[in-house]
């Protein structure tokens, strides 16, 4: 039969295991900030791969050359958040590259004109005013991680580049 701890040592267990679980946790996040080693949500990949091909079905046929303008810019975005992704929210580079004018002449021609805005609000952006009342999309740092931007990444890389992307 085993020996009843004491309640020096339950205490000293319990610490221990708060101790490893911190480390654990801090582990996580480490390896979540540089996207190794974290799981990347296939519902994610999905959505944001159904939202590129309903931009390919509504817009190819009439405009081509649009949507894959669409896709590059896009693509633009997410590179240059994930670039400066480590940007804390007082830095000039957070607002630059996480804010979007909704009603801004590339955006407004080169992205909601095919739809690509569902995409980014799938990615996270959520709709906002900001201080000069304008309309903006926002995305803000706890609404994707290093890997769900790469995803992202990848997903706009497979449209562009797959022939067959969005035929089927």
Do not use: W
């Amino acid at each position: 039969m085993p020996e009843e701890l004491t309640p020096e040592e339950i205490e000293r267990e319990k610490k221990r295991n708060e101790e490893k679980a911190r480390k654990v946790k801090e582990e996580v996040e480490r390896k979540e900030k540089q996207g190794v080693g974290v799981v990347r949500p296939v519902q994610l990949a999905e959505n944001l791969r159904k939202n590129l091909v309903d931009v390919k079905k509504k817009h190819n046929d009439t405009d081509p050359a649009g949507v894959e303008r669409c896709y590059k810019t896009l693509l633009a975005y997410l590179g240059n958040i994930a670039k400066n992704f480590e940007c804390e929210p007082s830095d000039e580079a957070y607002e630059k590259y996480r804010t979007l004018k909704v009603n801004g002449k590339a955006f407004s021609e080169r992205v909601k004109a095919f739809d690509g805005d569902v995409f980014l609000k799938t990615c996270g952006f959520c709709e906002q005013k900001n201080d000069a009342g304008e309309d903006v999309l926002h995305l803000p740092k706890e609404k994707i991680s290093l890997a769900e931007l790469q995803q992202a990444g990848i997903e706009i890389d497979n449209a562009l580049k797959n022939p067959f992307f969005g035929v089927l």
